[in-house]
């Protein structure tokens, strides 16, 4: 374990003990990083060059083009939150299943999906859900542990399902394009879903008591009505996402340039449905901007953290102690599920993609996993942090707008089968890689080594001068 020396032990335990005390993590990896950098250079286990490239890398992350991706994802998820569409989505959904036992959580369900996949954030996702059918389903006789479970899970399906912003993130930490994890997420995306409708299906044959099927009087109109709203509140949400999707997968456009779209996409959607006001999109802008200032403050101090952490051989020590563990790829892939499930008790998803990730992408590399696979694993995984009972975000952002009627304790206990069910995602993908490489690029492979280069020499043409001319 210290055959590098004990200074990147020394260091790694350092950074946890300051996150453990609750000190903001951007400025605690700042903090760490330059007192052991001062450290290693007073006892040469450092050298001082190292601390040169601080300002080179600084200039990297705020002139990196992918990341600027971020605040227009952002964006477009937080104007299409907050025009409305969710609540018409809800409305229609809700009608078009009520008549089932459960109807309304498969709405929640199923709309969460759109909702994540619009919003790209999962705060957003479960609070919106929270607000416009935590009341409705308290109202119409639906247990408490259910609804507040298939609340808080359905909104972290926005972590998942592209256009995830932690997609996006994880691809520029692994050096992967962002358009082949979108792609490589679908099959995990559809299978997580499946389930959470699976087991709502399940739910209501063994016990119907926890979910009534909503009165005639609530459903209202049906038939071609109930179709139509839903199908116009989902459509032009649908064919905004398919056309940022698309063009990412076809290589039409940057992940930039397809946020871009995006952004301008949503605002015309809310222009569309009337709902587009200045306040609209100052809220949505003062959202888009302190997560933006976030993910540079966070990527500036890990930065800090692993140029001085590489430069005592940290990496070297934690591709060291990787490797040898037993079972090889299969050994590793299950230390690093276990870690990041309980490191993700204490640390925010772009905190896990910013400092831990980069640690591991050497040994992955060695071990020659499929940096999609794995970072759609890691996705998966992190996914499951926001239902951690006690200190699932999730959990807290429920909390925050649910009724003092419902016990914390009743939304605890409502989330640990749905952590359950996410943690089946996690073994699958896992044990099954062809879910994440199946929707990947598989066209025609060629080996190098057959390749020949005949390059024709090139002769000038023999060029008759004649006699001198005077």
């Known amino acids: 374990m210290f055959s590098h020396g004990v200074m990147p032990p020394l260091m790694f335990g350092g950074m946890i003990c300051f996150m ?136 972290t399906i926005a972590q998942l399902i592209p256009p995830s912003l932690v997609l996006i993130v994880l691809a520029e930490q692994l050096g992967r394009s962002v358009g082949d994890m979108y792609l490589g997420a679908i099959g995990p995306s559809i299978l997580q879903v499946t389930l959470f409708l699976t087991y709502i299906l399940v739910l209501s044959f063994i016990r119907p008591k ?107 020590w934690i591709e060291h102690l990787l490797s040898q563990l037993p079972g090889g790829r299969l050994g590793f892939l299950i230390f690093v599920n276990i870690f990041v499930f309980f490191i993700a008790f204490f640390l925010d998803f772009f905190e896990i993609a910013f400092i831990i990730v980069p640690l591991l992408v050497p040994v992955a590399q060695k071990l020659d996993i499929n940096l999609i696979w794995f970072g759609v694993l890691l996705c998966a995984n992190m996914q499951t942090s926001f239902m951690h009972p006690p200190f699932g975000f999730a959990l807290f952002y429920l909390r925050g707008i649910a009724p003092p009627s419902i016990r914390t304790s009743q939304i605890y206990r409502g989330a640990i089968p749905w952590l359950f069910i996410q943690l089946i995602v996690v073994a699958v993908v896992t044990l099954w890689p062809e879910i994440v490489t199946y929707w990947l690029d598989s066209g025609p492979k060629v080996d190098p080594s057959t390749i020949e280069l005949n390059i024709p020499q090139f002769e000038p043409p023999a060029m008759d001068m004649g006699p001198p001319q005077f």
């Open 210 to 316: 926890m979910m009534p099927p909503l009165p005639q009087e609530a459903i209202g109109d049906s038939g071609w009505q109930v179709v139509k709203q839903v199908l116009r509140g989902m459509i032009p949400s649908i064919v905004l996402i398919g056309l940022v999707l698309g063009t990412l997968a076809l290589g039409l456009a940057t992940p930039t340039e397809a946020g871009a779209m995006g952004a301008v996409g949503a605002i015309v959607l809310a222009a569309a449905h009337r709902r587009l006001t200045w306040d609209l999109l100052r809220q949505a802008m003062n959202s888009t901007m302190r997560l933006t200032a976030m993910v540079v403050f966070i990527l500036i101090g890990a930065t800090c953290f692993s140029l001085v952490f590489q430069g005592m051989d940290g990496a070297l």
């Open 20 to 155: 453990l005390a609750g000190f903001p993590v951007a400025f605690s990896l700042v903090a760490v990083g330059l007192f052991f950098g001062t450290i290693g250079i007073l006892t040469d286990h450092f050298h001082p060059s190292f601390l040169q490239a601080l300002p080179l890398r600084f200039y990297g992350i705020i002139s990196n083009d992918l990341l600027l991706a971020i605040p227009f994802f952002t964006f477009m998820g937080a104007v299409l939150e907050r025009c409305g569409l969710a609540e018409d989505l809800l409305e229609g959904t809700g009608k078009l299943f009520g008549k089932l036992p459960g109807g309304l959580a498969y709405a929640v369900i199923l709309v969460g999906a759109v909702l994540g996949a619009i919003t790209g954030t999962v705060a957003a996702s479960v609070i919106a859900m929270g607000v416009i059918s935590l009341p409705v389903m308290m109202r119409y006789g639906y247990d408490q542990r259910l609804a507040t479970g298939v609340i808080a899970a359905s909104g």
